[in-house]
């Protein structure tokens, strides 16, 4: 089914491989980063804490206006190839401000934010350009193909990330993803796809996606749940390589090798999270995703002993987790693909995201702050227990016994 999909559907197929570039090059950076700030900004954990939450800050600050933005004058596309652009010129900031011996953390944290911020337009645009391309029977080939590619980025992103600042520097790295970026908007300008009419223009427009998440049962629990699991894993986010790489002694390279060796199970979930969908259902599929995606992350504060012993549960943690997160991702996107109307659909991504990535902000401060009181072991223990917990909103809900895609919501005044 899926290489039939590419084959008839142009549009997609194009779109499918510039986010395939541009998912690869995010891992570069997602790696480079981080290692930047320890390796040669020497960042303590609370400015850990802070750069990653300037990061996800963008969600909490424009997703809601983004959303209503889009849905109100249309034009995603064009959305998307603008937020391309304009990514590829901040990252490179980076290695120009390093090769002028100007490079600093508040600089890394400004290009980090404004990267979100148009990084937040993309992501509320892509979902309806989304369904723009495809038929409603594909939704679960098109998410698995699409995740499938995040999955495999996941494999060769962060080796080649730790390969290239061990061997020239984290900014030098960023040009990578700078480059992906380019190729995402010049795939995105070939394709020319109907987008669906933007909405009307009425009364409460602005607030129209939160009232549709408030509504929905569907959309409710599965709000609560995502937003428990991603606080406490952008908390565990925040510090896993600076503990990985100033406790536990591993260095760039092999750090890269172990993020890589576990996305293994990335690419394992992207195959198997379609066929989950359909034996189990999507929805107690979904269910299971948020179990396996979270409970692993224990292993990284459980290591310890030999390096061999400490490398073989750091790739444990990073296996199970990128299986679950595939897993849980593909069935919740065809899940909303399908139950979200048309004329809402931005708003509703909009509303959902500045809940669901705006508390990750707060997380990361949240994890960075614990670590400077209580010490970044028990911190990550915590922190990782604690995001296992969010499943548990998932119980009362309808998902756990949802078998098939839902129908499209009606859309009431």
Same mark, same amino acid.
């Given at each position: 089914?899926?290489?039939?999909?590419?084959?008839?559907?142009?549009?997609?197929?194009?779109?499918?491989?510039?986010?395939?570039?541009?998912?690869?090059?995010?891992?570069?950076?997602?790696?480079?980063?981080?290692?930047?700030?320890?390796?040669?900004?020497?960042?303590?954990?609370?400015?850990?804490?802070?750069?990653?939450?300037?990061?996800?800050?963008?969600?909490?600050?424009?997703?809601?206006?983004?959303?209503?933005?889009?849905?109100?004058?249309?034009?995603?596309?064009?959305?998307?190839?603008?937020?391309?652009?304009?990514?590829?010129?901040?990252?490179?900031?980076?290695?120009?401000?390093?090769?002028?011996?100007?490079?600093?953390?508040?600089?890394?944290?400004?290009?980090?934010?404004?990267?979100?911020?148009?990084?937040?337009?993309?992501?509320?645009?892509?979902?309806?350009?989304?369904?723009? $391309?495809?038929?409603?029977?594909?939704?679960?080939?098109?998410?698995?193909?699409?995740?499938?590619?995040?999955?495999?980025?996941?494999?060769?992103?962060?080796?080649?990330?730790?390969?290239?600042?061990?061997?020239?520097? #984290?900014?030098?790295?960023?040009?990578?993803?700078?480059?992906?970026?380019?190729?995402?908007?010049?795939?995105?300008?070939?394709?020319?796809?109907?987008?669906?009419?933007?909405?009307?223009?009425?009364?409460?427009?602005?607030?129209?996606?939160?009232?549709?998440?408030?509504?929905?049962?569907?959309?409710?629990?599965?709000?609560?749940?995502?937003?428990?699991?991603?606080?406490?894993?952008?908390?565990?986010?925040?510090?896993?390589?600076?503990?990985?790489?100033?406790?536990?002694?591993?260095?760039?390279?092999?750090?890269?090798?172990?993020?890589?060796?576990?996305?293994?199970?990335?690419?394992?979930?992207?195959?198997?999270?379609?066929?989950?969908?359909?034996?189990?259902?999507?929805?107690?599929?979904?269910?299971?995703?948020?179990?396996?995606?979270?409970?692993?992350?224990?292993?990284?504060?459980?290591? #310890?002993?030999?390096?061999?012993?400490?490398?073989? $549960?750091?790739?444990?943690?990073?296996?199970?987790?990128?299986?679950?997160?595939?897993?849980?991702?593909?069935?919740?996107?065809?899940?909303?693909?399908?139950?979200?109307?048309?004329?809402?659909?931005?708003?509703?991504?909009?509303?959902?995201?500045?809940?669901?990535?705006?508390?990750?902000?707060?997380?990361?401060?949240?994890?960075?702050?614990?670590?400077?009181?209580?010490?970044?072991?028990?911190?990550?223990?915590?922190?990782?227990?604690?995001? $296992?917990?969010?499943?548990?909103?998932?119980?009362?809900?309808?998902?756990?016994?949802?078998?098939?895609?839902?129908?499209?919501?009606?859309?009431?005044?």
């Amino acid at each position: 089914m899926i290489p039939q999909l590419l084959r008839r559907a142009g549009a997609f197929r194009w779109y499918w491989v510039g986010q395939t570039v541009s998912l690869f090059g995010d891992q570069i950076t997602y790696v480079a980063v981080p290692l930047v700030a320890v390796l040669y900004l020497h960042a303590s954990p609370a400015e850990m804490g802070y750069l990653v939450a300037a990061a996800w800050l963008p969600y909490l600050l424009f997703a809601l206006q983004a959303g209503a933005l889009v849905d109100r004058y249309g034009h995603r596309r064009l959305i998307m190839i603008g937020a391309d652009l304009g990514r590829a010129l901040l990252l490179l900031t980076v290695p120009a401000a390093a090769a002028l011996h100007h490079l600093a953390l508040l600089q890394l944290y400004a290009v980090i934010f404004l990267s979100g911020t148009l990084s937040t337009f993309f992501n509320v645009s892509m979902a309806t350009l989304f369904v723009s $391309m495809l038929e409603r029977e594909d939704y679960l080939h098109g998410q698995s193909l699409l995740n499938g590619s995040r999955a495999f980025s996941f494999v060769g992103g962060p080796a080649v990330a730790g390969a290239l600042v061990q061997a020239f520097s #984290g900014p030098v790295a960023l040009v990578v993803d700078a480059f992906s970026f380019l190729v995402s908007a010049l795939c995105l300008w070939r394709i020319k796809p109907v987008e669906p009419a933007i909405g009307e223009r009425g009364p409460g427009h602005f607030l129209e996606g939160v009232r549709f998440i408030a509504r929905s049962p569907v959309m409710r629990g599965s709000l609560a749940a995502t937003t428990t699991i991603n606080l406490f894993q952008l908390s565990y986010s925040a510090l896993a390589v600076l503990y990985v790489v100033r406790y536990l002694h591993i260095g760039p390279g092999l750090l890269g090798a172990i993020l890589s060796g576990g996305a293994v199970g990335g690419l394992l979930g992207s195959v198997l999270a379609g066929r989950l969908g359909r034996r189990l259902g999507v929805g107690p599929a979904y269910t299971l995703g948020c179990l396996i995606f979270t409970a692993p992350l224990v292993l990284t504060p459980l290591a #310890g002993g030999p390096q061999v012993l400490v490398v073989a $549960m750091l790739l444990g943690a990073a296996l199970g987790s990128s299986l679950g997160v595939m897993v849980l991702d593909i069935n919740v996107g065809a899940i909303f693909a399908a139950l979200i109307p048309n004329t809402l659909r931005s708003r509703v991504s909009g509303a959902y995201t500045v809940v669901n990535y705006g508390v990750r902000p707060v997380g990361s401060v949240l994890g960075g702050l614990a670590a400077s009181f209580f010490g970044v072991r028990p911190t990550l223990f915590v922190v990782t227990i604690a995001a $296992m917990a969010g499943v548990l909103f998932l119980l009362p809900s309808p998902i756990p016994r949802m078998r098939e895609l839902p129908e499209p919501a009606a859309v009431t005044p």
